[in-house]
């Protein structure tokens, strides 16, 4: 997204879902992950597909800041 956007990602590892909190909205990723690494890797795909980071200056997936939590 771009510079100044807070993109947090709560990894509950007992059940594996991922809750992604970008710009005061939180969203449940649909699927359930091994590890946390898949889960920042699910959550900066979600970023840039549904939230519109490919508009707003990111180049690609990767790219996306994620916080950790």
């Avoid at 709560?10 to 590890?35: I, M, N, Q, W």
């Avoid at 979600?46 to 980071?53: D, R, S, V, Y």
């Amino acid at each position: 997204m771009n510079e100044t956007s807070d993109i947090q990602l709560h990894f509950d590892v007992l059940s594996c879902r991922a809750l992604l909190c970008c710009e005061g909205k939180d969203y449940v990723l649909p699927d359930t992950y091994p590890t946390r690494e898949a889960a920042e890797a699910a959550a900066k795909k979600f970023a840039w597909e549904k939230l519109g980071a490919r508009k707003r200056g990111g180049r690609r997936p990767a790219d996306i800041a994620v916080w950790l939590r």
